[in-house]
């Protein structure tokens, strides 16, 4: 082959390696994950609290399908709770809920790796008044006291949520779902 040829055939293949790179167009739009189709069709986003701050996490929903069982993978916690202002992160109906992570992607000691619980009210929280809750009901549970509040703060740091499930304000419900998610282009 010449040197003449090689040239010419540079935009050919760099054309074609693109294209299969390339998203499908059906796989390039995100949705919000409360109108995701079921069964789950690509990647759905909401929001999730870290740090304080809203962000955007996308979650690619194929995905979320083949980690059942990740146990050399480092996670971190995806903690479901009552929402934390007037507007809910997840609005599936009856299980209105907010997120809440660790780290955020820009962080260091970030893994895309999340471990979800569900954040409920302990009886010795809910009997000292210091745990406030609104009753939620997940798709195909029983109503839960998702917390609110601990002694008056909102949850919207996991170090909060950790230190008031050491205080036994709170449990921890492990949910035993791993999935992926990663910060998506509004964030």
């Known amino acids: 082959m010449t040197k003449r040829s090689t040239i010419r055939n540079v935009p ?19 949705i919000d994950c409360v109108v995701q189709p079921q069964p789950p069709q690509g990647a759905c986003y909401e929001p999730v609290w870290v740090n ?13 399908r083949t980690f059942n069982n990740v146990p050399s993978a480092r996670q971190q916690p995806f903690y479901v ?27 260091g000691g970030f893994t895309p790796f ?29 109503p839960l006291p998702l917390t609110k509040s ?12 950790q230190a008031a499930a ?6 921890l419900v492990d949910t035993g779902a791993v999935f992926l998610g990663t910060v998506g282009p509004s964030s």
């Open 12 to 30: 050919a293949t760099t054309a074609t390696v693109l294209a299969l790179m390339a998203p499908s167009a059906a796989q390039a739009r995100v």
């Open 52 to 64: 304080g701050q809203q962000i955007i996490m996308v979650f690619p929903q194929a995905a979320a």
């Open 81 to 107: 709770l009552a929402p934390q202002t007037g507007t809910a992160q997840g609005r599936v109906p009856g299980f209105f809920h907010d997120h809440v992570i660790a780290t955020a992607p820009s962080e």
């Open 114 to 142: 999340m471990h979800g619980y569900l954040v409920i009210c302990s009886p010795e929280g809910i009997s000292t008044g210091a745990c406030t809750f609104n009753v939620e009901t997940p798709p195909g549970g029983a």
């Open 150 to 161: 601990v002694t008056g703060y909102d949850l919207t740091f996991a170090a909060d949520i």
């Open 166 to 171: 050491n205080a036994g304000l709170v449990v």
